[in-house]
Structures are given as structure tokens and as C-alpha cells.
């Protein structure tokens, strides 16, 4: 369940906010002047929020070495240069 609050509602009752997220599936929705700001979710979200941007990453790299422009290498020091190192 996802419920929503203003952003200076946390600080007022911060630990039981924690206490509500903790429960499997209940997020806090904090908004600021009625826009969706930021979220508190469980630890366990958060780690599946991870693996899922880590499947993500993984697949993203697989798909760009699969592409034969990807396969040039490139100086080191070349690299360093382009990004200002």
C-alpha cells in the first residue's frame, strides 16, 4: 500500500513512518506543496529496487558489447583527455 504525506510530516513522526514501511509493502509517499517528492520504502524494496538496476546495467552492457562499433579499443590516456581527467 503505497499512502502519501507532506514533507515536514516525517520529521513529526519520523520513527512511525519507519514502523509503517517496515510492514511488507506499505510506502510513504512524501510530497511538497502537493507534488510527489521522494519515498520511504522497507530495506527489502530498496534491495529489490538494486537488483532490478543491476539486471538493468548488466543487460545494457551486454547489448552495447554486442555491438561491433563497441569492439575498438581505445587509448587509455585518449579516454582521460574526452572526459576532462
Given at each position: 500500500?503505497?499512502?502519501?504525506?507532506?514533507?515536514?510530516?516525517?520529521?513529526k513522526g519520523f520513527s512511525g513512518a519507519i514502523s509503517?514501511?517496515?510492514?511488507?509493502?506499505?510506502?510513504?509517499?512524501?510530497?511538497?506543496?502537493?507534488?510527489?517528492?521522494?519515498?520511504?520504502?522497507?530495506?527489502?524494496?530498496?534491495?529489490?529496487?538494486?537488483?532490478?538496476?543491476?539486471?538493468?546495467?548488466?543487460?545494457?552492457?551486454?547489448?552495447?558489447?554486442?555491438?561491433?562499433?563497441?569492439?575498438?579499443?581505445?587509448?587509455?590516456?585518449?579516454?582521460?583527455?574526452?572526459?576532462?581527467?
Amino acid at each position: 500500500m503505497t499512502r502519501s504525506q507532506k514533507a515536514g510530516a516525517p520529521r513529526k513522526g519520523f520513527s512511525g513512518a519507519i514502523s509503517r514501511v517496515a510492514s511488507p509493502g506499505d510506502r510513504i509517499v512524501i510530497q511538497q506543496r502537493g507534488k510527489p517528492m521522494a519515498a520511504l520504502v522497507s530495506l527489502n524494496d530498496l534491495r529489490m529496487l538494486e537488483t532490478l538496476e543491476d539486471q538493468i546495467d548488466v543487460e545494457a552492457a551486454r547489448k552495447a558489447l554486442a555491438d561491433p562499433k563497441n569492439r575498438k579499443r581505445i587509448p587509455w590516456r585518449r579516454v582521460k583527455a574526452t572526459l576532462g581527467l
